[in-house]
Each structure stands twice: as structure tokens, then as C-alpha cells.
């Protein structure tokens, strides 16, 4: 079937009974508020005030003050037709030390988020770190120092113990290759530091060991808590012939993709990336490996784009691309989702993000006819679907993002939300995919005998 037709005949998927239908955003990314009811410092604070390093010099500080206008949003939700919604907890607005002190106001607004969700029918799903480290932490070494991760656990503890009660589904991390990698080896992110590949490595392991005990924390004070962690993809295809080219190939797939999920899944950290980045490995103690193999309930699978590689490293993708470079291309998808299952062997996972930043003009309408993003959701909702009709059981999708918002050292300059946002009011304004998806998710949720015939 044409990629356009796809798009218009929604009702042709057969997810299972439940198949949730979701949207994701961060903290950092959409609430603004930066300073408010004891709020601390993030790295992301300051490292936004670093000369250069957000492309529009913005920064997070208002974002789309979802802070304020939280109450709005879950309503916009409800009128989606959202089975479920991920965020994430601001760390800083829970422990502005980073250690010590809770501040109760900090948690008393995710409280009101969780309740408000509730009520609209909305399942929650947490994110505890989606990058926005407390900054005092960072001062002490942050991500490359152990201490960090004992500080997560007690914050995952304080979490857990406040909101246990009604969020069902836990993430920990969110994309630990990111923070590690473009926070401490290229510097693209906070808190942009440029260290060896090596020095990346133990970040990612302090990470890991930061996952293990959120696990433990969350289990504990939640103990019927579905708890998982997000995982970026970014699956290489090898071009060229060459055994350097593989070579290269099966570094950066390592480094990429499978430098997270193995160790979750048991085996020790990729030999190939160790190797080639003279690894020592010595902050990995003796019990972390166990620590980090900690059973799942899901894993959550980000996916935006595959990478060619040859001998010289990562290529410009070929066409066609989003407004990021990043090639098109769902077929992947199924494929990645058939890999996944079989390094995890897991009854649930959720695509916890996919989604893709487009041009996104504004007709004479008025409104942003956003058939790019809409032809792009379909073929990728289509590549989960044939991950599903193989036998991975993948239990929800959930778009990358509810709205457009600050996108890290990119700033307000690529919009990945099926909602903009009128300047000035920050009124959410419905791209033509959100209509699509709201009807998307309608028909999939009709019952079996109801006509199946497209529409507009
Ligand atoms: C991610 C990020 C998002 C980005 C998105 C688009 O987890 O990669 O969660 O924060 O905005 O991926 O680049």
C-alpha cells in the first residue's frame, strides 16, 4: 500500500485489545517555571547560558509554560482520546540539592499532573531522568561520579513514596547514550563537556548503576509497579565492502545500541566497544552487573531514524529526510523491534517515542497541513503493527511529541508537536496530525464490526 493511502485507511491496524495510544514529552523540554516553589538549578540552566550552545540562544526558562498550564494540556489530551501520557519529573523540582532536603512543593505538583491524568482517564507514565541533573550534582563530578547514582536511588525513593500509589509504569532513564555521550564526550549537551570515549563509558555505567537502584527503589515503595527504562535506537546499516568498514560499523553499533541493552539483559558490556575505546572499566564494582540485570516489566524503544556507516564513520543520510537530516525510514523499525525482543525476551514493550520534525507551513487556513508528519506516524505506526502481527508484543505507541517544544541544543528551531503553539497566548494549536491521530486512535479503538472504511 502507498505511504499516503496508509495514512488515510487508519482503521487497517490490528493491535490487541489495550494496545495503549500515547504521547511523550520531557520536563525541561515543555514546563518552564524555572525558578518556581524551590525549584533548583539544572545542568540544563546553566549550560543554556553558555555562549553558542543552544543554536536560537533560547533556552528552556518559559518553554510552553506547561508548568502553569498543565490543567489545559491534560484537557487537550482528553480530547485526543490519549490511553496514556509520559513525562518526566524535573530531579531539581524533587531534590533542588540534587542530595538531601525534599521539597514537597516539587512533588506536590506532579501529584496534581497524576491526579488530573487520572481523572481524564489518562494512564500515567513516569520518567525520572530525562536529563536535567541538579547542577550542585554536577559540580561534584556529576555522571562521572558514583555518588550521583546513589542520589538518583534516593530520589527514585521519594518519588516512588509520593506517587506509588497511582502511577503504575516507571521509567528510570531516559536515553542513558544521550547523556552520556553528547553530555561528556562530544558536548552537545549539558553539561558539554568533551572528554575521551572511555570517560563516556564510566558515565554510562554510573548510569546504569543509577538504573538499578531507581529499580530497587521503585519496587519497594511500589511493589505491583510496572518499571522499565528508555532506550535510544539508532540501528547502523554498513555501507561498503570493506572489513574496515565493518569494523567501524560494529564500534558504533556497539557504542549506540547495544552498549545498554545487553548489560540489562545479562551480558557483560560489548568487547568490541571496550576494545576500541582502551576502556579500563575500573568503576564497575563487583555487584553492579547484577545490580543492572534487575528484572524488567518493559522496555521503552525510541526510535527516530537508522545510521549508514562506512570505514569514515556515520554518512549523510540518503533522502528522504526530516527537517533533523535524519532519513526516513520505518522498515527499520520492524526490524529493530524483531532484534530487541530477541536480546530481551520481555512480555511488554512500548515505543516511548517516535515522531519527526518537519517544516510544518502554515497554509492560508491558518492551520499547519503537516502531511509530512502525518505520512511519516502512519508508516511507522504500520512497522510496529508488522512487529506485532511477527509476535514482538509491543503494547503501546506513544508520538514524539505532544506539542512542539524546546528541542535541547537545537532550541525552538525544530518542532516535533502534533500541537504548535500561538506565541504570545501559548494556546496549543491542533496540526493536521494531531486530527489524524485523534482519529487514528478512535478507529483503532472501534469495535471489530464497526465499517472499516477510510476517511479523509
Ligand atoms: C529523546 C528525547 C527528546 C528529543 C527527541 C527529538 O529522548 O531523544 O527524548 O527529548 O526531543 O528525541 O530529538
Not at 208 to 229: M, W, Y
Request: aromatic share 10%.
Amino acid at each position: 500500500m502507498k505511504n499516503a493511502d496508509l495514512a488515510t485507511n487508519t482503521a487497517q491496524w490490528k493491535f490487541p485489545p489495550g494496545f495503549v495510544w500515547g504521547a511523550a514529552t520531557s520536563a525541561y523540554q515543555i514546563e518552564g517555571a524555572i525558578s518556581a516553589d524551590g525549584r533548583g538549578r539544572s545542568i540544563w540552566d546553566v549550560f543554556c547560558r553558555v555562549e553558542g550552545a543552544i543554536a536560537d540562544g533560547s533556552s528552556g526558562a518559559d518553554a510552553c509554560r506547561h508548568y502553569e498550564l498543565w490543567r489545559d494540556d491534560v484537557a487537550t489530551m482528553k480530547w485526543l482520546g490519549l490511553d496514556g501520557y509520559r513525562f518526566s519529573v524535573a530531579w531539581p523540582r524533587i531534590v533542588p540539592d540534587g542530595d538531601g532536603a525534599i521539597n514537597a512543593a516539587g512533588l506536590d505538583f506532579y501529584d496534581r499532573l497524576v491526579d488530573g491524568l487520572l481523572e481524564a482517564g489518562i494512564e500515567p507514565y513516569l520518567t525520572l531522568y530525562h536529563w536535567d541533573l541538579p547542577s550542585s550534582l554536577e559540580d561534584a563530578g556529576g555522571w562521572l561520579n558514583r555518588r550521583t547514582a546513589d542520589a538518583f536511588g534516593r530520589y527514585a525513593a521519594a518519588v516512588a513514596d509520593r506517587l506509588g500509589d497511582r502511577v503504575t509504569h516507571w521509567m528510570t532513564l531516559n536515553e542513558p547514550y544521550v547523556s552520556a555521550n553528547l553530555g561528556y564526550v562530544t558536548g552537545q549537551h549539558a553539561p558539554g563537556q568533551r572528554l575521551s570515549q572511555a570517560d563516556g563509558f564510566d558515565a554510562a555505567h554510573h548510569l546504569l548503576v543509577a538504573h538499578g537502584l531507581g529499580v530497587t527503589a521503585i519496587r519497594d515503595a511500589a511493589p505491583d509497579a510496572s518499571v522499565g527504562i528508555a532506550l535510544n535506537f539508532t540501528p547502523v546499516t554498513q555501507v561498503g565492502p570493506g572489513a574496515d568498514d565493518a569494523h567501524v560499523g560494529a564500534v558504533i553499533d556497539a557504542i549506540h545500541n547495544r552498549w545498554f541493552i545487553e548489560p540489562l539483559a545479562g551480558s557483560p558490556y560489548p568487547e568490541i566497544a571496550c576494545r576500541a575505546a582502551q576502556w579500563s572499566g575500573d568503576v564497575v564494582l563487583p555487584d553492579d552487573m547484577d545490580l543492572i540485570r534487575a528484572p524488567l516489566d518493559f522496555l521503552g524503544i525510541n526510535y527516530y531514524t537508522r545510521q549508514l556507516v562506512d570505514h569514515t564513520g556515520v554518512l549523510a543520510a540518503p533522502g528522504p529526510t526530516t527537517t533533523m537530516g535524519w532519513e526516513i525510514r520505518p522498515s527499520t523499525l520492524t526490524e529493530l523491534l524483531a532484534w530487541v525482543h530477541g536480546c530481551m525476551g520481555l512480555d511488554a514493550y512500548y515505543i516511548t517515542e517516535n515522531g519527526a520534525a518537519m517544516p510544518d507551513v502554515v497554509s492560508e487556513g491558518g492551520v499547519i497541513q503537516d502531511h509530512d508528519r502525518i505520512e511519516y506516524l502512519a508508516t511507522h505506526i504500520d512497522a510496529v503493527a508488522g512487529a506485532v502481527a511477527s509476535g514482538v508484543p509491543v503494547r503501546g505507541y506513544f508520538v514524539w511529541s505532544f506539542v512542539d517544544n524546546f528541542e535541547w541544543s537545537l532550541g525552538y528551531e525544530q518542532k516535533f508537536g502534533i500541537f504548535a503553539i500561538e506565541s504570545d497566548t501559548y494556546r496549543r494549536i491542533p496540526k493536521l496530525s494531531a486530527l489524524w491521530y485523534r482519529n487514528m486512535i478512535s478507529d483503532s479503538q472501534a469495535p471489530e464490526s464497526a465499517p472499516t472504511t477510510g476517511r479523509p
